[in-house]
């Protein structure tokens, strides 16, 4: 059976980005705060999650180029 190397990215992806969302969403339930502090609680979560978003697409794009061991370089 082959395995698929797109799924560990993937999947860490998405772990990444349901803990950005938990941590974002969490931070907006606090009451009496600030509002900007509230953007502070949103903003920081949205740059890390278009962040992993982009560092998954380059890692994709490595997988497809055919550096699938991306450390033997090294």
């Not at 190397?5 to 992806?13: E, L, N």
């Not at 339930?29 to 600030?34: A, K, S, T, V």
């Not at 999650?49 to 699938?68: A, D, Q, Y």
Request: charged share 20%; net charge positive; proline share 5%.
């Amino acid at each position: 059976m082959k395995k698929n190397p797109y799924i560990a990215p993937i999947v860490i992806a998405v772990l990444f980005i349901l803990y950005f969302v938990f941590y974002g969403y969490m931070g907006t339930l606090i009451d009496d705060m600030p509002l900007v502090a509230r953007l502070v609680f949103i903003a920081i979560p949205v740059v890390m999650i278009i962040t992993m978003v982009c560092v998954l697409i380059e890692r994709i794009k490595e997988i497809r180029k055919g550096e699938n061991d991306d450390l033997s370089k090294y």
